[in-house]
């Protein structure tokens, strides 16, 4: 059981100095069947050929697999959409016809190809390793550090996990799989298609990748829509500590949840359920359960099913059998394909992205801090990532997101959501300047367009795609009555950490 919440874990949880290249007339794509393991009605796909390092655009050339789902009134057709589903390290052939599944309107879909893929590093994209052992499949996210010495602990892990990174047979690439160059191959899949323009829909880190896309390559931006944002420095340090202030906004949707469900035992007000996490947690830290969970996985396991609604009832059971000794039932969600991709090319992207502090006393003080600010997931939200200790230095200066080129982006952000919190997105938006707008909704979980029940946000997100119309200024949307979901709403993004 622990092993398969470690799996849920993961499964839940400006000017640059080398502008875009400029492109030779390209070679018709060949669209055929997709992979064996990207099985979706009406789906097609192909490969294309970018090179590893933009600075050497005649050097070693690596393969991005590429997916489109056509549109079905050509009349009427715009353009092509690209989509990621963020991670970074989610793979994206499948998410156009996911996207269908979980109710994009046929109005979007007819408006656009819309184009997935896997980002350079994963998937069927040269797929990257760092040769991880099963017992470190387990969520990037750091645990809880309960003191100095378990960052200490954690440090010599990482060191670990960054050692084998480097020792790869893939650590050639290691300096290349990055959010930059990701970027700069989707505008090589833009000439591919002979497009002059393309119009992006990205979600949680894929919000961060449009917002490198559209600074580098403003000029060729059409409709942006960033669903569920980070901030403007992508996955870094301070985007990793703010994961305790989006565990904090979010729980007082589980606790409401929790109130109104007495049969879970688990308080019978918000402030009672809040008691009952570091009762839990304080007990199991002290000792583990039978099936092997401790207080550390328990409040990993915690920030992982806050994502969706969806899991909010099998949490509450969850705890429920912690706090009763009974035993913990299969939790929801499918498998992760290739965890040691997916957790694998998420370290090259967020390790090579920027540059993290080295010193581990660094990561002692930030946890004795957010320990006092975040005490729910502060000091796992501010322990050490393996990016401290990476064995390459970024290649580039990180891309600066700011103000300048056309006013063509439109944010759509939860006031309550865990992983990219509506601290961060406020960031983003301040950057972006009058670039941008931004559609607030009155809700909680990660994922606003279709994610949730806000007709207020939806509704705008799909006149902006089809029509080109935002909102005049800033919108906040009002909470609605909750709406049944599709399931297949989170099952399209498992495997998205962030």
């Known amino acids: 059981m622990r092993r398969t919440l470690l799996v849920a874990a993961v ?7 080398m502008p875009g290249v400029a492109q030779a007339a390209p070679d018709a794509l060949e669209w055929g069947a997709c992979p064996a393991d990207v099985t979706a009605p009406g789906l097609e796909c192909t490969t294309l050929d970018v090179p590893l390092d933009y600075r050497k655009p005649g050097g070693r050339q690596i393969e991005v697999a590429v997916s489109r789902l056509k549109s079905a009134d050509p009349a009427h057709r715009r353009g092509v959409l690209l989509t990621n589903p963020g991670g970074p390290g989610g793979p994206g052939l499948d998410l156009p016809a996911a996207l269908a599944q979980i109710g994009w309107p046929k109005s979007v879909l007819d408006t656009y190809d819309v184009i997935g893929f896997d980002p350079r590093g994963v998937g069927h994209s040269t797929p990257v390793t760092c040769d991880l052992t099963p017992a470190q499949l387990r969520s990037n996210v750091p645990p809880y550090a309960l003191g100095p010495a378990d960052v200490m602990a954690q440090a010599e892990y990482a060191k670990g996990v960054a050692r084998q990174c480097g020792a790869s047979r893939t650590a050639s690439m290691l ?6 160059n990701t970027a700069r191959d989707m505008d090589r899949i ?3 298609l002979g497009e002059p323009k393309l119009s992006y829909y990205g979600v949680s880190y894929g919000t961060y990748l449009g917002a490198v896309y559209t600074t580098l390559f403003p000029e060729r931006s059409d409709r942006i829509v960033l669903d569920s944002n980070l901030a403007p420095g992508g996955l870094d340090v301070t985007a990793s500590r703010l994961l305790a202030q989006g565990f904090d906004d979010r729980f007082p949707d589980f606790a409401a949840f929790a109130v109104a469900h007495p049969e879970f035992g688990l308080g019978r007000t918000p402030s009672e359920v809040r008691a009952k996490y570091f009762d839990i947690a304080r007990r199991l830290d002290a000792q583990p359960n039978p099936q092997g969970v401790d207080g550390k996985l328990f409040r990993q396991v915690t920030f992982g099913m806050l ?3 969806a899991t909010l009832p099998y949490l509450a059971s969850a705890w429920h059998a912690l706090d009763t000794g009974a035993p913990i039932s299969q939790p929801p969600g499918g498998t992760v394909p290739d965890p040691d991709n997916l957790l694998s090319s998420q370290l090259h992207v967020v390790c090579g992205d920027s540059d993290w502090p080295e010193s581990v006393w660094t990561y002692q003080r930030n946890v004795a801090i957010d320990r006092i600010r975040h005490p729910m997931f502060g000091p ?7 990016c401290a200790f990476w064995p390459s230095e970024p290649a580039e200066p990180q891309v600066r997101i700011g103000d300048r080129g056309p006013s063509d982006i439109l944010m759509l952000q939860n006031l309550r959501d865990p992983a990219t919190p509506l601290a961060g997105a406020r960031r983003l938006r301040e950057a972006f300047g009058n670039r941008a707008r931004m559609v607030t909704a009155d809700q909680g979980g990660h994922g606003t367009y279709l994610f949730g029940s806000n007709a207020c946000a939806n509704n705008a997100a799909t006149a902006f795609l089809t029509s080109g119309v935002r909102p005049f200024r800033d919108t906040a949307c009002a909470a609605e009555p909750a709406q049944p979901v599709p399931a297949a709403a989170s099952a399209a993004f498992a ?4």
């Open 175 to 180: 300096p290349y799989i990055t959010t930059a």
């Open 495 to 498: 495997g998205r950490v962030f």
């Open 380 to 386: 796992a939200a501010a322990n050490v990532w393996p």
């Open 11 to 17: 499964a839940v949880v400006v000017a640059s100095v």
């Open 190 to 192: 833009r000439a591919a």
């Open 307 to 309: 994502y969706y609604d």
